[in-house]
């Protein structure tokens, strides 16, 4: 898939570097295409692995 689901994307950018946790325990490496909704976003890349419900999701671009 290359949309996940996110609490909220006001954080969020196009452009940033994310680090999704997957359910295998690794974390994988996307960055954001475009934002689809206020609680989703595109990445650039498709998920390798599946994520669960509250599988972390880490900006590694955004300074706050």
Do not use: K
């Given at each position: 898939?290359?949309?996940?689901?996110?609490?909220?994307?006001?954080?969020?950018?196009?452009?940033?570097?994310?680090?999704?946790?997957?359910?295998?325990?690794?974390?994988?490496?996307?960055?954001?295409?475009?934002?689809?909704?206020?609680?989703?976003?595109?990445?650039?890349?498709?998920?390798?692995?599946?994520?669960?419900?509250?599988?972390?999701?880490?900006?590694?671009t955004s300074g706050a």
């Amino acid at each position: 898939a290359n949309t996940i689901t996110v609490v909220s994307t006001s954080r969020f950018e196009i452009g940033d570097r994310l680090g999704i946790m997957l359910d295998s325990g690794d974390v994988f490496l996307a960055q954001i295409e475009y934002q689809t909704g206020p609680y989703t976003l595109q990445i650039t890349q498709s998920l390798p692995w599946s994520t669960s419900a509250g599988n972390r999701v880490f900006n590694y671009t955004s300074g706050a």
